[in-house]
């Protein structure tokens, strides 16, 4: 059963940086897409950014294209969200998420998601 972990959630200041964590596990299928989510209290969940795995090609929300950058370690199966110049609006719980195929935008499309990660950007 494929396990997804995510960690580096923090309280921080607006402008500061963040760098979240996930490792997935009893990852059997090669063809696969990692996204990042995000949901705010009263607010549906959105997706943040995903990476096509074998063809490591990205991509982005509009709220965090230039200060969000995602990346992956293959040998440890692990990917990073870092996360720069932080907004009030930031704030939110971070989710991972894994699905086989390429990157999709709706979170339906994932079946495979971590228990998340908290952030908070000080207003």
């Known amino acids: 059963q494929v396990q997804i972990t995510e960690s580096g959630g923090n309280l921080v200041q607006p402008g500061e940086s963040l760098r979240l964590s996930c490792t997935i596990s009893e990852l059997t299928f090669d063809n696969y897409s990692l996204g990042w989510f995000r949901q705010a209290p009263g607010k549906e969940r959105e997706g943040v950014s995903c990476?096509?795995?074998?063809?490591?090609?990205?991509y982005y929300a509009d709220s965090v294209q230039g200060r969000f950058t995602i990346s992956q370690d293959s040998a440890k199966k692990m990917w990073y969200l870092q996360m720069n110049l932080l907004k009030s609006e930031d704030t939110a719980m971070y989710y991972c998420?894994?699905?086989?195929?390429?990157?999709?935008?709706?979170?339906?499309?994932?079946?495979?998601w971590g228990q998340g990660t908290q952030v908070e950007v000080a207003v």
């Open positions: 998420a894994a699905r086989v195929g390429n990157c999709a935008s709706a979170a339906a499309s994932f079946p495979y």
């Open positions: 990476i096509s795995w074998s063809a490591g090609v990205t």
